[in-house]
Nanobody, 115 residues
Framework: QVQLVESGGGLVQAGGSLRLSCAASGRISSINVMGWYRQAPGKQRELVASMSSDGTTNYADSVKGRSTISRDNAKNTVYLQMNGLKPEDTAVYYC?????????WGKGTLVTVSL
């Protein structure tokens, strides 16, 4: 079983920055994909960014150029640096780990961007 714990969310003004972290523990395969998803009120959960264990990244068009995903494989931790935040980035951000044995989700961290 895998546990994912997110941190780093909070309230920020438009144009500001936040860095989210997600630490994974438990049974973790060396080959996996770690990523960030978000869900705004009344909307479906959507991919923000993901990064595989070999370094391949994938970004949503809405955050390209403003966000950077990175990971520390030794610490089983993935990060999301978000810059130039906009009110439409307001959402609960969830960490997800995809491995051969299944998918695990964190409980989420709230990001609120004010005008």
């Amino acid at each position: 079983q895998v546990q994912l714990v997110e941190s780093g969310g909070g309230l920020v003004q438009a144009g500001g920055s936040l860095r989210l972290s997600c630490a994974a523990s438990g049974r973790i395969s060396s080959i996996n994909v770690m990523g960030w998803y978000r869900q705004a009120p009344g909307k479906q959960r959507e991919l923000v960014a993901s990064m595989s264990s070999d370094g391949t990244t994938n970004y949503a068009d809405s955050v390209k150029g403003r966000s950077t995903i990175s990971r520390d494989n030794a610490k089983n931790t993935v990060y999301l640096q978000m810059n130039g935040l906009k009110p439409e980035d307001t959402a609960v951000y969830y960490c997800r780990l995809t491995a051969t044995y299944g998918i695990s989700w964190g409980k989420g961290t709230l990001v609120t961007v004010s005008l």
